[in-house]
């Protein structure tokens, strides 16, 4: 079991720029797929970026492409998402997750997944962005 612990999320103008960390901690795999999703009232929790340990390579839902950048520090065991140009529906509740690259590799972890792939969720970070 992995558990994660997200940080970060604030209240913002639209324009401005939040980055949110996720502290990953207990079991450790080789190679992770990691992951940032955000859900809305009413909505389903949707994924925002993801990234692949073992060749870092990442992938962006269309909405965020060129403005958020999905990032690790392996010797912190801390993921990053940097957001910049926030706009008012990047509001939400912002969720870190990780599971084993052996289960979800490189091309899964590309946007090939949904959340039900994942097994370990840290508790969520409220991004609110006003125009």
């Known amino acids: 079991q992995v558990q994660l612990v997200e940080s970060g999320g604030d209240s913002v103008q639209a324009g401005g720029s939040l980055r949110l960390s996720c502290v990953a901690s207990?079991?450790?795999?080789?190679?992770?797929?990691m992951a940032w999703f955000r859900q809305t009232p009413g909505k389903e929790r949707e994924a925002v970026a993801s990234?692949?340990?073992?060749?870092?390579?990442?992938y962006y839902v269309d909405s965020v492409k060129g403005r958020f950048t999905i990032s690790r520090d392996k010797d912190k065991n801390t993921l990053y998402l940097q957001m910049n140009s926030l706009k008012t529906e990047d509001t939400g509740m912002y969720y870190c997750?990780?599971?084993?690259?052996?289960?979800?590799?490189?091309?899964?972890?590309?946007?090939?997944?949904?959340?039900?792939?994942?097994?370990?969720w840290g508790q969520g970070t409220q991004v609110t962005v006003s125009s």
């Open positions: 997750t990780a599971g084993a690259g052996s289960l979800l590799g490189p091309t899964a972890c590309s946007g090939y997944f949904d959340e039900s792939d994942f097994a370990n």
């Open positions: 207990g079991d450790t795999w080789s190679t992770y797929c």
């Open positions: 990234l692949y340990t073992g060749t870092s390579s990442t």
